[in-house]
T-cell receptor, first 111, second 115 residues
Framework: ETGVTQSPTHLIKTRGQQVTLRCSSQSGHNTVSWYQQALGQGPQFIFQYYREEENGRGNFPPRFSGLQFPNYSSELNVNALELDDSALYLC??????????FGPGTRLTVL | AQSVTQPDIHITVSEGASLELRCNYSYGATPYLFWYVQSPGQGLQLLLKYFSGDTLVQGIKGFEAEFKRSQSSFNLRKPSVHWSDAAEYFCAVGAGTSGTYKYIFGTGTRLKVLA
């Protein structure tokens, strides 16, 4: 059974650029949730995708968007990057509203 | 509002000493509760979880936690700390709202272990 994987591991961007982060869900899971963990903070819920539709969103601006594909993998897109977007981005997969299994994260640095 | 509070930002213990990390939650329904550990630059590792049943939960690496509904707490304990336990620890509650099930995390407790 393959766990949750994320790519890339690390990423450096400059302010104003756009970035796409990717997540492959665990086999058999149909739901992907994305979290942002700023330095020194706990993870914060960004949004969730269930069967290719957005299924709930946290307190993040519209420049944070996502997609889920038919194989249940997912992308997180962030437009117009700001310095405060520097963080560890975690994705978690689950079956429906069950227990979430986290990937290793993508560390984004915005200069 | 749903929330998780970890009152201790930093804790320092000597190797071999006992450890208790505090976690309080605010959630209207029966909570699903979790403890995660995170080493520097790494992702989250699940230590243990509580869904229902026995309120004393055993986890990996010798950790245990006790769910106390009357105190809205889920404190993490270990009888004898090892130097390798130095890390950041996060408590989380699984919260369902309008069909969305998300995790709400505390701000974490950073554990330092003295040799």
């Amino acid at each position: 059974e393959t766990g949750v994987t994320q790519s890339p591991t690390h990423l450096i961007k400059t302010r104003g650029q756009q970035v796409t982060l990717r997540c492959s869900s665990q086999s058999g899971h149909n739901t992907v949730s994305w979290y942002q963990q700023a330095l020194g903070q706990g993870p914060q819920f960004i949004f969730q995708y269930y069967r290719e539709e957005e299924n709930g969103r946290g307190n993040f601006p519209p420049r944070f968007s996502g997609l889920q594909f038919p194989n249940y993998s997912s992308e997180l897109n962030v437009n117009a990057l700001e310095l405060d977007d520097s963080a560890l981005y975690l994705c978690a997969s689950s079956w429906d509203n069950g227990e979430q299994f986290f990937g290793p994260g993508t560390r984004l640095t915005v200069l | 509002a749903q929330s998780v509070t970890q009152p201790d930002i930093h804790i320092t213990v000597s190797e071999g000493a006992s450890l208790e990390l505090r976690c309080n939650y605010s959630y209207g329904a029966t909570p699903y509760l979790f403890w995660y550990v995170q080493s520097p630059g790494q992702g989250l590792q699940l230590l243990l979880k509580y869904f229902s049943g026995d309120t004393l939960v055993q986890g990996i690496k010798g950790f245990e936690a006790e769910f106390k509904r009357s105190q809205s707490s889920f404190n993490l304990r270990k009888p004898s700390v090892h130097w390798s336990d130095a890390a950041e620890y996060f408590c989380a509650v699984g919260a369902g709202t309008s069909g969305t099930y998300k995790y709400i995390f505390g701000t974490g407790t950073r554990l330092k272990v003295l040799a």
